[in-house]
């Protein structure tokens, strides 16, 4: 059976909305990061995007694929065990809202060039 | 929606820091306090911060408890002082006013990093909610 419209436009715009989720859980990462960094012991961490993209997009595509968070190797550790390095973290976080922003425009011109032709 | 999730984050941060502000001006405050002979005098109190693990591997943090210095109180020779005991010290606090001003810039900053990671969170979900138009 012919696949709809709908599924089809859906579709269309899957990659853009499993990477603004991407970068959505990645913020929310590195804000804990952030927020821990006087907790004695606590190890930062943070997951490979393009990675978890792949298996997103590839996987059912239903978001609740596991993310594999791995513990950023820490280059000044400080004596109560705790690894954030809080510029590396600033930077990140900063990259990382750029990069939101850039795939909600990339998905904002994907819909509106759908709405001028659905408008004709 | 995984960014309301970094103000929940970002808030623990801001709520446990500013804890932590508040034991180093009730530590500031009591620095000089002194204990008659025999009572016991202020200690300083200190956050001890711990990780609040999400479902999903991000972590908040809250404080786990507000532990007492057991350091030696300070004694302090001042035989005119009205707490001086029988050989003229005074027993006053175990508050290190150096660690405290540390520990006071420390939360300050940790403080405002949070705030900011909020603020972000804050234009990215206005501009989320402003797709498709």
Do not use: C, W
């Not at chain 1, 510029?87 to 809202?97: G, I, L, M, T």
């Not at chain 2, 808030?11 to 009730?26: H, K």
């Not at chain 2, 000089?32 to 200690?43: I, L, W």
């Amino acid at each position: 059976m012919a696949r709809s419209m709908i599924d089809r436009i859906a579709d269309s715009l899957r990659a853009q909305s499993e990477a603004l989720a991407l970068r959505a859980k990645r913020q929310q990462v590195i804000a804990g990061n952030i927020a821990n960094a006087d907790t004695p012991g606590y190890k930062a961490v943070d997951f490979d995007f393009g990675r978890a993209l792949g298996e997103a997009l590839r996987g059912a595509g239903n978001g609740s694929s596991r993310l594999n968070l791995l513990q950023t190797p820490s280059t000044q550790p400080s004596a109560d065990g705790n690894t954030v390095d809080m510029d590396a973290e600033r930077a990140k976080f900063a990259d990382n809202a750029l990069r939101y922003e850039a795939a909600l425009r990339a998905l904002n011109a994907q819909i509106r060039t759908l709405l001028d032709a659905i408008r004709g | 929606m995984s960014l309301s999730r970094v103000f929940d984050i970002a808030g623990s941060a801001v709520a446990a820091q500013s804890r932590r502000l508040n034991t180093v001006a009730s530590n500031l405050a009591n620095a000089e306090s002194a204990a008659a002979p025999g009572a016991q005098p202020y200690r300083a109190r200190h956050a001890v911060f711990e990780a609040v693990p999400g479902k999903d591997g991000a972590a908040g943090v809250r404080v786990a408890r507000v532990a007492e210095d057991a350091s030696e109180p300070r004694r302090h020779y001042d035989p005119r002082h009205p707490l001086a005991d029988a050989q003229g010290y005074v027993t006053l606090s175990n508050v290190n006013v150096v660690d405290e001003m540390i520990d006071m810039v420390s939360a300050a900053r940790a403080y405002q990093n949070n705030l900011e990671v909020m603020n972000t969170a804050k234009s990215l979900m206005l501009k989320t909610l402003n797709l498709g138009n």
